[in-house]
């Protein structure tokens, strides 16, 4: 029986060349209490194996979260399976703005002492004590009002380049950093703001508005389905859409476009640019913005070094990786000091959060 993936990505994105069928690219999550975690692992892969379901897909013992792409065809066996497991009834599932055949080339089922990283070691937190859920007019509404703190709880390359108008952006490379600089920065507001927070999908919000009600905030909102959910909303509804720019997604689309608002730079140049991109160094691998003519002049690297390095023979690079690790730019999301244009947001977060006060 095969409870893990045996193809590589490019086996797979040959499979669904020749395969030719659309595929829907979507996401859920659910925060519930999962025993054997194994178990359920392993339940969840072959039944999703079988129905050609593609992505990455975290299971703890406080739920699930999953990001994932499924044959058209397939979407209906798809939710009757969610629907025959109690707790992920009639889950939501945010279904992608923009869909591409190719946004995951692997199942990948992985059992994660938590779901969303938090590194919070609270017993006494209980994250099913969340805040109320709004929807998109909802929302409207609330962000318009005076007394409402709007909080971004994406991380700093993510609100880079798309975010709702008059939200606090925190200058932060994970979900972790941010819950302490908020409620530090709030601390005196505690009772007599509303508290409003938004992310992708909403499953940082779920953690986060639960968290701030057991930190003594006391109207705490998150908009329900993330920017996901308010994107077909606001389309379905005619309602005025507030959020600027592009929404980022972890996928091999790296983004949806939300509205024609390009908000940011490119980090080479400074012209202005919101596309994604991944030095194709593989020493490098580092996130970054970079335009048309940039991507052109540096052949897809973040640095002339990159670019020296992917001249090489194939075997040399390998060579010079030998034992060297994966490069910290990996993980600085676009930080290197090599890029003059990187927008930093800190000073934005301090003055709107001194705006409050």
């Given at each position: 029986m095969q409870l893990y993936n045996n193809l590589s990505a490019k086996e797979r994105a040959e499979l669904i060349e020749k395969a030719g069928k659309e595929r829907l690219t979507i996401s859920f999550y659910k925060y519930a209490?999962?025993?054997?975690?194994?178990?359920?692992?392993?339940?969840?892969?072959?039944?999703?194996?079988?129905?050609?379901?593609?992505?990455?897909?975290?299971?703890?013992?406080?739920?699930?979260?999953?990001?994932?792409?499924?044959p058209a065809e397939n979407f209906e066996a798809f939710k009757n399976h969610l629907d025959t497991i109690t707790f992920l009834e009639n889950v939501?599932?945010?279904?992608?703005?923009?869909?591409?055949?190719?946004?995951?080339?692997?199942?990948?089922?992985?059992?994660?002492?938590?779901?969303?990283?938090?590194?919070?070691?609270?017993?006494?937190?209980?994250?099913?004590?969340?805040?109320?859920?709004?929807?998109?007019?909802?929302?409207?509404?609330?962000?318009?009002?005076?007394?409402?703190?709007?909080?971004?709880?994406?991380?700093?390359?993510?609100?880079?380049?798309?975010?709702?108008?008059?939200?606090?952006?925190?200058?932060?490379?994970t979900f972790r950093e941010s819950l302490d600089l908020i409620e530090e920065d709030l601390r005196e507001h505690k009772e007599d703001k509303k508290l409003v927070m938004y992310c992708t999908g909403g499953i940082r919000c779920e953690k986060?508005?639960?968290?701030?009600?057991?930190?003594?905030?006391?109207?705490?909102?998150?908009?329900?389905?993330?920017?996901?959910?308010?994107?077909?909303?606001?389309?379905?509804?005619?309602?005025?859409?507030?959020?600027?720019?592009?929404?980022?997604?972890?996928?091999?689309?790296?983004?949806?476009?939300?509205?024609?608002?390009?908000i940011a730079n490119c980090h080479q140049c400074g012209k202005p640019a919101d596309t994604h991109t991944n030095c194709v160094n593989e020493a490098c691998h580092l996130l970054f913005i970079q335009c048309d003519e940039c991507k052109e002049k540096m052949d897809n690297c973040c640095s002339t070094h990159c670019q020296e390095i992917i001249k090489l023979p194939y075997e040399e690079q390998k060579a010079l990786r030998k034992g060297q690790g994966n490069s910290n730019d990996i993980f600085k999301k676009g930080r290197a000091d090599h890029l003059p244009y990187k927008k930093d947001l800190r000073n934005i977060f301090e003055n709107q959060g001194n705006s409050t006060q």
């Amino acid at each position: 029986m095969q409870l893990y993936n045996n193809l590589s990505a490019k086996e797979r994105a040959e499979l669904i060349e020749k395969a030719g069928k659309e595929r829907l690219t979507i996401s859920f999550y659910k925060y519930a209490k999962i025993g054997n975690t194994q178990i359920f692992r392993n339940h969840m892969f072959i039944a999703w194996d079988a129905l050609d379901v593609l992505g990455r897909i975290y299971v703890a013992h406080e739920g699930i979260n999953a990001q994932l792409s499924v044959p058209a065809e397939n979407f209906e066996a798809f939710k009757n399976h969610l629907d025959t497991i109690t707790f992920l009834e009639n889950v939501r599932l945010n279904i992608a703005i923009e869909h591409d055949n190719f946004a995951f080339l692997k199942l990948k089922v992985k059992v994660r002492h938590k779901i969303v990283a938090d590194g919070l070691n609270d017993n006494t937190f209980d994250v099913t004590n969340k805040g109320i859920h709004v929807n998109a007019e909802q929302f409207n509404d609330l962000i318009e009002d005076p007394d409402t703190v709007l909080v971004d709880m994406r991380n700093h390359y993510e609100s880079e380049i798309g975010h709702f108008k008059n939200a606090i952006t925190p200058d932060v490379d994970t979900f972790r950093e941010s819950l302490d600089l908020i409620e530090e920065d709030l601390r005196e507001h505690k009772e007599d703001k509303k508290l409003v927070m938004y992310c992708t999908g909403g499953i940082r919000c779920e953690k986060a508005s639960a968290y701030y009600r057991h930190k003594g905030f006391k109207n705490v909102f998150q908009l329900e389905g993330g920017i996901i959910n308010y994107t077909r909303q606001v389309e379905a509804e005619g309602l005025e859409n507030k959020f600027i720019g592009k929404n980022f997604v972890f996928d091999q689309r790296r983004s949806e476009r939300i509205s024609d608002d390009v908000i940011a730079n490119c980090h080479q140049c400074g012209k202005p640019a919101d596309t994604h991109t991944n030095c194709v160094n593989e020493a490098c691998h580092l996130l970054f913005i970079q335009c048309d003519e940039c991507k052109e002049k540096m052949d897809n690297c973040c640095s002339t070094h990159c670019q020296e390095i992917i001249k090489l023979p194939y075997e040399e690079q390998k060579a010079l990786r030998k034992g060297q690790g994966n490069s910290n730019d990996i993980f600085k999301k676009g930080r290197a000091d090599h890029l003059p244009y990187k927008k930093d947001l800190r000073n934005i977060f301090e003055n709107q959060g001194n705006s409050t006060q």
